[in-house]
């Protein structure tokens, strides 16, 4: 099952969006209550942790990979893991749900930039306008329906903070594109083994001058949430997806944040639903489609690396009693 799950890109990528949507959430549900920089650097350290087990025989086996290719991987590591999250936490602190999902809604216009900056690829028409009618959905939904809520949406500092995390992320997908032939465990367990040390002096400057970090349960919930959720699953899934169809395929379906983004606050915040939400997702959804339908062709991922993959798997599951 895990096998034929990491070979449906298209089924891997609305479960990122999933629980990325659901990071924002739990990342502003925490802000003032969890430092940013401390509950970064716990949600790597835990899915480390959790990881390691699992990852620890491919990341050995990767490790002439990492000698040949440290800088991209370390640039990786830096851009995808210590700073994009450590800065998306700090802007929640500051910018309300609301405008994070509306900005989040850039990541697949900074991702075409970037990989055409840096690989060369350009957009199809097709993929194009499906990114449009997509971020129209987006905006009916976080307008509810209303241009005027989108004219009076007052921005902040960490709008900024936000934006900045955007293109580092957008950064981190294109480079994506030219990950040599790591198994996904193993360049799972390296990038977050090397973004978790890059990211320790922030965390220890905080813990020595920043405010309290306060272990309770709504502390300790987050953690295990965005550990498990939006770090483990969600780089793994996403790390694949862009493997398997490349940086500017999988963009659009970071419109699908807001969609989740509402549904969760409709489910767990008692948050009624209204005609501009089934506006919003059928927009966004034939955005989706559009995108991906008209899209140029992509090569699948190199056989090697597909064995890889299918390996490192395998050894997540269960093995049966002979």
Request: charged letters at 10%; glycine letters at 8%.
């Amino acid at each position: 099952m895990f096998r034929r799950l990491f070979d449906a890109p298209y089924l891997l990528l609305p479960l990122v969006s999933l629980f990325w949507a659901g990071n924002i959430v739990m990342g502003r549900h925490v802000a003032g209550h969890v430092p940013p920089a401390s509950l970064a650097w716990l949600r790597w350290a835990l899915a480390v942790l959790i990881l390691l087990p699992f990852a620890w025989r491919s990341m050995r086996a990767d490790w002439p990979l990492l000698r040949r290719h440290w800088k991209l991987v370390g640039l990786l590591a830096l851009t995808g893991i210590t700073l994009f999250n450590t800065m998306q936490y700090h802007a929640l602190e500051f910018t309300p749900a609301l405008n994070a999902l509306l900005l989040q809604s850039t990541g697949p216009l900074l991702i075409a930039f970037w990989s055409l900056l840096l690989n060369g690829e350009r957009l199809s028409p097709g993929q194009a306008a499906g990114i449009f009618l997509s971020l129209m959905g987006v905006l009916t939904i976080i307008c509810r329906g209303d241009p005027h809520v989108l004219m009076n949406i007052a921005f902040n500092r960490g709008d900024l903070w936000l934006i900045a995390a955007m293109v580092l992320y957008g950064l981190y997908s294109s480079l994506l594109a030219r990950r040599p032939a790591f198994s996904a465990l193993g360049f799972l367990g390296i990038s977050l083994s090397l973004g978790l040390f890059m990211l320790t002096p922030l965390f220890l400057a905080e813990r020595i001058m920043g405010p309290p970090l306060t272990f309770d349960a709504k502390a300790l919930t987050a953690i295990v949430y965005v550990a498990l959720f939006p770090s483990l699953l969600a780089y793994l899934f996403f790390n694949r997806a862009v493997q398997l169809v490349g940086p500017n395929r999988a963009a659009p379906f970071f419109h699908l944040m807001p969609v989740f983004g509402s549904a969760l606050a409709i489910l767990f915040l008692g948050e009624r639903p209204h005609l501009y939400h089934a506006a919003g997702y059928a927009l966004v959804l034939s955005g989706v489609v559009i995108a991906t339908k008209w899209a140029p062709k992509t090569g699948r991922a190199p056989a090697s690396a597909e064995l890889e993959t299918g390996d490192a798997i395998d050894r997540l599951q269960p093995r049966r009693p002979e």
